[in-house]
């Protein structure tokens, strides 16, 4: 079954303090991995797409990488707007246009 | 360019009652989806479209009906408002092509129903 896990479901930071973010997937002909940011009482906020094991992109304070099992979220010295939920989608061959999404992780970044 | 809105913003209905949530893109996005997000659950796929007059069900489609005869436009209705369908709501776009997989979504709608 196709499937997309976010870990930790939450994470709590000190300014400053790096860390990463886990989205393990189990589809099959993967198109796409999205990566997205979501405010409270706001719709999700596209930040990068990752095609292909080895692809890297960059904003800002984030990064994010992808392997042929999962991808990363890589947040270096994070200050306190950087808090939101931070979610993980998937495009899988076969399936025109349609995600499947993680259920997110929650990152807090105190001052 | 506004991208997608939806409207209401907030919406209360009672058990039995009828109503559509509304959806516009100016994009000129082919692809365009509804999801619902609950606590715990993620977002969910309801109903998905490809293009004007073509629509699919996705994940949980049960007690929405939906109709695309714009590229602009995809209402989401909810036939007979039941408290399991308090959630809410989002609506998304996406060109749909290889290069452009990406989803854009809109604000939401928040919905209770008692």
New interface residues.
Partial sequence: EDQVTQSPEALRLQEGESSSLNCSYTVSGL??L?W?RQDP??????LF?LYSAGEEKEKERLKATLTKKESFLHITAPKPEDSATY?C?V?FSGN????I????TTLQVKP | NAGVTQTPKFQVLKTGQSMTLQCAQDMNHEYMSWYRQDPGMGLRLIHYSVGAGITDQGEVPNGYNVSRSTTEDFPLRLLSAAPSQTSVYFCASSSGTPSSYEQYFGPGTRLTVT
């Avoid at chain 1, 009482?41 to 596209?46: L, N, R, S, T």
Wanted: glycine share 28%; no cysteine.
């Fill in positions: 198109r796409g999205f997205y009482g706001k719709g999700p906020e596209f797409t979610l989608a495009k025109t246009g349609k995600l999404f993680g259920q997110g």
